[in-house]
């Protein structure tokens, strides 16, 4: 990944500075809270006819954001669109190894960065920030393969240091949870299929519109694992949440509903190959190092 020397002590001040180097951008725009960020971040550096929001629009993202993105691109005032991407026809993919996250993005990059040349923009960027240099994310390689710029993480701009700086620019999701790709519930090796993410974002629906803000359901061979703030896991068994849940977990086709106790970690699903606890601390190797210590199925020999 490429890194920028600030131009100022004040790390805001520093991404305006790298984003008009850029000189003109479409930046991936899932809806969350970085990518939001740098799309506002680009339209104050470089005005509203030098940025472009595209995104991705599959069985993969929740209904929610798809709902709500278009909205967010109005209130930040640059241009979007919606594009269809494709990583369900990718074999690779719905076999769902440790390094799933790879296809998809390389799908997404893939699409961006044809459309920003026919566009007449000079970059595509996204919302990657300093803290993702630190987890396991195979999703960086296929950015560094696509050319995919992330001045958040070339500038060392943390997680908490974006949502400071979105609170104090007034974006209105500045503290909204992170919501990754409904495919990243799904326990690696089982494949990925439409409905089982339909199944999926609906249970985590039913947790939200029961006040549940922060929570997912990870998916194990037709078992739910629900995962919720600590403090609120008491919550889920009181009555009347609790047959609540039940109820319509069932109807969704879930056999069976269970609690982590451990309560919400994201990127729990990273702890079954970097081992216990990985996504409660995450590691501070490089995803360079981590990806290279983990094995995908085509690399184990038969008796692994």
Not at 174 to 195: F, M, N, W
Not at 251 to 270: E, K, W
């Amino acid at each position: 990944m490429m890194s920028i020397a600030p131009a100022s002590t004040d790390k805001h001040a520093a991404l305006l500075d790298a984003l008009r180097e850029l000189g003109s951008v479409v930046v991936a725009f899932s809806g969350g809270v970085d990518s939001a960020f740098v799309a506002q971040a680009a339209v104050e550096a470089l005005g509203a006819d030098k940025a472009l929001a595209v995104t991705a629009r599959s069985p993969s993202v929740p209904e929610r954001e798809i709902a709500s993105v278009a909205k967010l691109a109005e209130e930040i005032g640059v241009a979007h669109e919606f594009i269809n991407t494709a990583e369900f026809e990718d074999a690779n993919y719905l076999a769902n190894p440790n390094n799933r996250c790879y296809f998809c993005k390389t799908e997404l990059y893939s699409k961006l960065a044809p459309l920003a040349a026919e566009r007449g923009f000079a970059h595509v960027i996204s919302g990657i920030n300093s803290d993702d240099l630190g987890d396991y994310r195979p999703g960086l390689k296929a950015a560094d393969e696509q050319g995919i710029r992330a001045p958040l993480a070339e500038l060392g701009i943390s997680k908490a240091e974006l949502r400071e700086m979105a609170a104090s620019r007034g974006l209105s999701i500045h503290d909204k949870p992170a919501s990754p790709c409904l495919s990243s519930r799904v326990q690696y090796g089982e494949a990925i299929t439409p409905e089982k993410l339909r199944m999926i974002d609906a249970a985590e629906n039913t947790l939200r519109d029961l006040g549940f803000r922060e929570c997912r359901v990870r998916w194990h061979d037709g078992l739910a694992r629900i995962e919720v703030t600590a403090a609120l896991l008491p919550q889920l068994v009181r009555e009347p949440v609790r047959s609540q849940i039940e109820s319509r977990f069932r109807a969704l086709g879930f056999r069976y509903i269970t609690i982590d106790i451990s309560g919400f970690r994201s990127g729990s699903m990273n702890d079954a190959i970097l081992g216990p606890g990985f996504a409660a601390a995450k590691s501070d190797a490089a995803p360079a190092k981590l990806s290279a210590e983990i094995k995908t199925p085509e690399d184990k020999s038969p008796d692994e």
